[in-house]
């Protein structure tokens, strides 16, 4: 039913982008310290750090969301289109890099 898949999405959304976002808010306190000395020295602004983070593991945050979404799909049954599941798929993978960044952000 229209319920079930709306429930599917919802709760695949929800789930991978506060995993991402919660992983980025539990990790960067311990990186705080360095992050605030190297902007100290001029080494880097805060943008280089920010987009070398989540360009260097947006390849490890991405593996589990896509196997979720290659499994789960067409086990629910959704849309047989190839098409659907891609945009799909990339739709869930664009919300896990924008939690990533959001947890960053906080």
């Known amino acids: 039913t229209v319920?079930?898949?709306?429930?599917?999405?919802f709760f695949t959304m929800?789930?991978?982008?506060?995993d991402s976002?919660?992983?980025a808010l539990l990790t960067f306190p311990s990186e705080r310290v360095v992050v605030l000395k190297?902007?100290?020295?001029g080494s880097y602004q805060l943008s280089a750090f920010f987009l070398a983070k989540?360009?260097?593991?947006a390849p490890a945050r991405l593996v589990l969301p896509l196997l979720y979404m290659t499994i789960a799909y067409w086990m629910s049954g959704l849309n047989s289109s190839v098409r659907v599941f891609v945009?799909?798929?990339?739709?869930?993978?664009?919300s896990v890099l924008a939690g990533e960044s959001i947890g960053l952000l906080v």
Do not use: P
């Open 3 to 9: 319920y079930d898949r709306g429930a599917f999405y």
């Open 14 to 18: 929800a789930y991978w982008v506060f």
């Open 21 to 23: 976002m919660f992983v």
């Open 38 to 41: 190297e902007r100290a020295s």
């Open 54 to 57: 989540t360009t260097s593991e």
């Open 87 to 94: 945009l799909t798929t990339g739709c869930t993978l664009l």
